[in-house]
Each structure stands twice: as structure tokens, then as C-alpha cells.
Antibody, heavy 120, light 110 residues
Framework: QVQLVESGGGVVQPGRSLRLSCAAS????????MQWVRQAPGKGLEWVAA????????YYADSVRGRFTISRDNSKNTLYLQLNSLRGEDTAVYYC?????????????WGQGTVVTVSS | QSALTQPASVSGSPGQSITISCTGT?????????VSWYQQHPGKAPKLMIY???KRPSGVSNRFSASKSGNTASLTISGLQAEDEGDYYC??????????FGGGTKLTVL
């Protein structure tokens, strides 16, 4: 079945780095744009970053631009998010999502999320 | 990239209808017919309920409908059921190839 499985979350000190991974299965990964969306504890959803199907044209929210890097390896069906210079406000559940095809610009498949906690 | 504006909470009795509004700007909702809505139950990942303003993905009940006028989108749930209780988020594609979510609305079925 169509599935996204995130990994790589954990507890990290402010200023340190972390890399999240998202393994995709059940669909042609290289045909879809992918995104990361996060949710701070008790808060709403926040779009973080997007990348085109072919790994080009990354886009970022203002809150993470210059600190986070989205990338993908289509040969491994895997999406990544490199988190650098982490801050307390980056504490959240990070969801990997698939962008719908045909230009709908919606997120039709979500992973279960991986928790990132930034704390000293 | 300011969040879209949603009411913090709405409530309704079983069988009734409720509407959740989502107000953006000319940089997002007002320009693009690319508003989507998500349902989230506690501890679970969000689920796509509506895309392209008013289209339902396969498997989503036709009790869910949505529309847009100007800078405001709306989600209507008719025939409320207990299982509809949860948080609802709107989302819009926006200028600069970005996306913006609403702050979320907690739906309580009385």
C-alpha cells in the first residue's frame, strides 16, 4: 500500500543538527513532489519545505530558510530534511507528505510523523 | 507567510450542519483555487478531505463540501456525526511556490 515512514527524530541541543528521512513505498516516488509539514506541541500545522519530483526547485518557509535543507534520492525512494542551527521553536512532529499530482497542490499522503525535541 | 485565519472552535449536534471559515489574502486564497482542507484526530496524522477548493478525494463522505469567495474559503459538514469530531485545517497554495495553513478549528460534536 501507499506509505510514508519518517525516521531520524530525537532530542537535540539548540544549535545542533539533525537529519530526518522519509521512506516511500507503494507508488512511483520519482513522479511526485514531496513536502515536509510540522506541528509544534498543541499547535497547528506549519508548512516547512517542498521539493519537485526531480529534486529541483526546493522551497522553504521563511522560518526555516537558510537553516533547513530538503532533498531526495529517487533511487532510494527517500526524502530528507537536514535541520541545522536548531532552535527551541523547531520542536515539533515533522510529517513527510506527498503532493497530489495534476497540479492540485494538496497533500494526499502523510507519514505518521517523527518527533524532534530541541532542548538543552 | 502569515497563517490563514480560522475560528478556534465550532460545535454542533449530531445531524446538524456546521461551517468553518478560512480567511486569507490576495497572495494565497484570493489568487489561487488551490485551497485544501484536512481533518486531524488526536495523535494521528492529518487526512486530506477537500482539494482544489471543493473537490473530494475518493472515499471522503459527500457530507463534506467546500467553497470559496474572494479571500475566504469555507468547509461545510452536514449531517454531523460523532466521528467528525477533531481538528480541521485549511491550507492554500501561495505566492512564491509556498503553502500556508490556517491555525486550525476544533470541532466538537455535542
Amino acid at each position: 500500500q501507499v506509505q510514508l515512514v519518517e525516521s531520524g527524530g530525537g532530542v537535540v541541543q539548540p544549535g545542533r543538527s539533525l537529519r530526518l528521512s522519509c521512506a516511500a513505498s507503494g507508488f512511483i516516488f520519482s513522479s511526485y513532489g514531496m513536502q515536509w509539514v510540522r506541528q509544534a506541541p498543541g499547535k497547528g500545522l506549519e508548512w516547512v519545505a517542498a521539493i519537485w519530483f526531480d529534486g529541483t526547485n526546493p522551497y522553504y518557509a521563511d522560518s526555516v530558510r537558510g537553516r533547513f535543507t530538503i532533498s531526495r534520492d529517487n533511487s532510494k525512494n527517500t526524502l530528507y530534511l537536514q535541520l541545522n542551527s536548531l532552535r527551541g521553536e523547531d520542536t515539533a512532529v515533522y510529517y513527510c507528505t506527498r503532493k497530489t499530482g495534476s497540479g492540485s497542490m494538496a497533500f494526499d499522503i502523510w507519514g505518521q510523523g517523527t518527533v524532534v525535541t530541541v532542548s538543552s | 507567510q502569515s497563517a490563514l485565519t480560522q475560528p478556534a472552535s465550532v460545535s454542533g449536534s449530531p445531524g446538524q450542519s456546521i461551517t468553518i471559515s478560512c480567511t486569507g489574502t490576495s497572495s494565497d486564497v484570493g489568487t489561487y483555487n488551490l485551497v485544501s482542507w484536512y481533518q486531524q484526530h488526536p495523535g494521528k496524522a492529518p487526512k486530506l478531505m477537500i482539494y482544489e477548493v471543493s473537490k473530494r478525494p475518493s472515499g471522503v463522505s459527500n457530507r463534506f463540501s467546500a467553497s470559496k469567495s474572494g479571500n475566504t474559503a469555507s468547509l461545510t459538514i452536514s449531517g454531523l456525526q460523532a466521528e467528525d469530531e477533531g481538528d480541521y485545517y485549511c491550507c492554500s497554495y501561495a505566492v512564491g511556490s509556498t503553502w500556508v495553513f490556517g491555525g486550525g478549528t476544533k470541532l466538537t460534536v455535542l
